[in-house]
């Protein structure tokens, strides 16, 4: 499975910014999928994740009530809604799909994409 993100860029404080995750060559929909963050000298750390079968979301309470992660089996693409964006949200954003259902641990992510830069300004 490749997983392709798209969608970061600059945007000041308090505004929005809509990422997308398009996989291809495996079966999407058979997949959690998720969004990991990274700041430069700390760990990734998971910001939301969906289930592949149902809408059962999971988030970071660091984002609970700013961002929204849905998917579109049909299109094999999985989005991550932020919305009032804060200074630290500042990060590289990595999509991923899981293996297993521990959505905070990296061992759990069978595929990763590469990294879209989010920078928010003030």
């Known amino acids: 499975v490749q997983l392709q993100a798209s969608g970061g860029g600059l945007v000041q404080a308090g505004g929005s910014l809509r990422l997308s995750c398009r996989a291809s060559?495996?079966?999407?929909?058979?997949?959690?999928m998720g969004w990991f963050r990274q700041v430069s000298g700390k760990e990734r750390e998971v910001v939301a994740a969906i289930r592949w079968s149902d809408p059962d979301t999971y988030y970071a309470d660091s984002v609970k009530g700013r961002f929204t992660i849905s998917r579109d089996n049909a299109k094999n693409t999985v989005y991550l809604q932020m919305n009032s964006l804060k200074l630290e949200d500042t990060a590289v954003y990595y999509c991923?799909?899981?293996?297993?259902?521990?959505?905070?641990?990296?061992?759990?992510?069978?595929?990763w994409g590469q990294g879209t830069l989010v920078t928010v300004s003030s």
């Open positions: 991923a799909a899981y293996s297993t259902r521990d959505y905070s641990r990296l061992s759990s992510v069978a595929y």
């Open positions: 060559g495996g079966t999407f929909r058979w997949f959690d």
